[in-house]
């Protein structure tokens, strides 16, 4: 499984930005898809999760109702908008992926694929 993560760049505050992972895999709509975050001197955390079967999905207190996570199953692609992003926002955003789903969805230990990471930075 590859994972291609997209759509960073720099923002004012307010402002919004669309991430994108596309996932060369077989069956896409089989495996959870989520995303993570890094800031500069500081632990991965957990964004949000979006599950294969039924797409339900799981937020961060962080980002909950400023983010939406979403799937195109006929795509093979994950997406991530952001909007009324702040400054505390910024971060190397990375998508991620896993066979299933895990009830611990916000440990970055339960996901077994990665995407490379995009920077996303909020300043004005």
């Known amino acids: 499984v590859q994972l291609q993560a997209s759509g960073g760049g720099q923002v004012q505050p307010g402002g919004s930005l669309r991430l994108s992972c596309a996932a060369s895999?077989?069956?896409?709509?089989?495996?959870?898809m989520g995303w993570f975050r890094q800031a500069p001197g500081k632990e991965r955390e957990f964004v949000a999760a979006?599950?294969?079967?039924?797409?339900?999905?799981r937020y961060s207190d962080a980002v909950k109702g400023r983010f939406t996570i979403s799937r195109d199953n006929a795509k093979n692609t994950a997406y991530l908008q952001m909007n009324n992003l702040r400054p505390e926002d910024t971060a190397v955003y990375y998508c991620?992926?896993?066979?299933?789903?895990?009830?611990?969805?916000?440990?970055?230990?339960?996901?077994?694929?990665w995407g490379q990471g995009t920077l996303v930075t909020v300043s004005s």
């Open positions: 895999v077989g069956t896409f709509r089989q495996y959870g």
């Open positions: 991620s992926a896993r066979g299933g789903w895990s009830v611990q969805y916000y440990r970055h230990s339960e996901w077994h694929y």
């Open positions: 979006i599950r294969g079967g039924d797409s339900n999905v």
